[in-house]
């Protein structure tokens, strides 16, 4: 594959960056929310997402009968590298997990009904998979859909949503029937301001919050039910693909690397003696910095065989996207260990805390890739995966 992009990409990117420019906000475009900039909710956060959708460069990829361009994935992962670069929220759940289940498997109700508004910027969604007793093993989710006059009753609990304290819609997974653990599994869309939800906000030991999700007698239309009844897990499935790529961008860890060397370079030092002179320290840095390009390579690497499954909206590449999502939050934790390492006890300041070394960036960081190697799948998951569908090794090895 070529790892350079043409042309008419370049261009693109050129776009973006001018687009960027342009609408600099730095309340919007946060370099202390990491990967999470998605994930905070303000009117100009809103306002920002609204001005990227009137470019139309929400939903490029989907089909033009649903609004899309068609366009190949490669340009919305230079969009959405772009705006991690600039901190600024990213596409989301709605044009990926959400927007490409629904083309593929939802109901024309459904489409018709929540495509626009995605397209539009109009509508903010909380992903529910996790359960107290399921972590990250989806199959085996407990929340109860029992068959009601002309829907479903839902009743049971979920944890770790992210989101669900601001969005306006729940995509969710509940389990329809007892008898086939993955084939009893169905996917429902439900709005958050139901009567029977309860919605309980977790702090995190990173920069977000997630939360606990009550049901309670939550009934739900049958057409809003997506796709078919006992398909949710591989709806779900597929979508986690998507999340695993899209949630943990490239684009941060290449620039707190070169953060990291700028610093080093600028003259940083212990005892009077600069910390750049050391040879332990320049192996690790060395490491680094080629870690970082093979992250580069296996993201790319991603998204041109996702654009060789049918023309880019096929089913995405399910190992590739754990191997990159692997190593790309095991980088990260890496980066902020040796980022602490160097920095010695001030590293430990907070970005809010006098003289803490680059304005405490690295502090935040190592809480946040705590969480990253947890969400869209613990990265315990993510070996499991690779050791079955890539090596072929039994379940029980």
Not at 28 to 40: A, H, Y
Not at 191 to 205: A, K, Y
Not at 239 to 255: C, G, K, Q, V, Y
Request: aromatic share 10%.
């Amino acid at each position: 594959m070529d790892f350079e992009f043409s042309a008419e990409e370049r261009a693109f990117a050129e776009e973006v960056e001018k687009f960027l420019d342009e609408h600099h906000d730095p309340e919007v475009m946060d370099p202390f929310t990491e990967n999470f900039s998605q994930l905070v909710d303000t009117p100009k956060r809103r306002a920002f997402m609204k001005k990227v959708a009137s470019k139309g460069w929400l939903g490029m990829t989907w089909p033009k009968k649903y609004g899309g361009q068609e366009r190949e994935g490669v340009y919305e992962y230079i969009l959405n590298e772009a705006l991690a670069r600039r901190y600024a929220p990213q596409i989301g759940k709605g044009v990926g997990i959400i927007g490409k289940t629904l083309i593929r498997h939802g109901n024309e109700k459904l489409k018709q009904k929540f495509l626009p508004m995605i397209l539009n910027a109009e509508v903010e969604f909380a992903v529910g998979y996790s359960e107290p007793q399921a972590g990250s093993d989806a199959a085996n989710m407990q929340l109860r859909a029992t068959k009601a006059p002309g829907g479903f009753t839902l009743n049971g609990q979920k944890v770790w949503t992210t989101s669900a304290h601001f969005a306006d819609w729940y995509w969710v997974g509940a389990r329809t029937s007892t008898e086939d653990k993955h084939g009893g599994i169905s996917l429902f869309l439900v709005p958050m301001d139901h009567p029977g939800l309860e919605v309980q906000p977790t702090p995190t030991i990173g920069k977000d919050i997630t939360n606990t999700v009550f049901f309670n007698d939550v009934f739900v239309p049958e057409d809003h039910l997506v796709g078919e009844l006992g398909s949710g897990f591989q709806y779900i499935s597929e979508a986690l693909d998507l999340e695993r790529f899209t949630m943990f961008t490239f684009a941060p860890i290449e620039a707190r690397v070169k953060l990291l060397c700028e610093w080093l370079r600028a003259g940083a030092a212990r005892d009077d003696e600069a910390l750049r002179s050391k040879p332990l320290l320049r192996s690790k840095i060395a490491r680094l910095v080629t870690e970082t390009e093979v992250a580069r390579c296996l993201s790319l690497r991603f998204v041109d065989a996702a654009i060789k499954s049918e023309g880019g909206r096929g089913k995405p590449p399910t190992t590739m996207a754990s191997q990159y999502k692997l190593f790309a939050t095991q980088l990260s934790q890496q980066q902020a260990n040796i980022a602490l390492d160097i920095q010695g006890p001030e590293g430990q300041l907070r970005a809010e805390q006098e003289n803490a070394p680059l304005q405490g960036r690295f502090e935040g960081t190592y809480r946040c890739t705590v969480v990253e190697t947890i969400g869209g799948g613990a990265s315990e998951i993510q070996k499991n995966i690779i050791a079955r569908r890539l090596l072929g090794l039994p379940r029980n090895f």
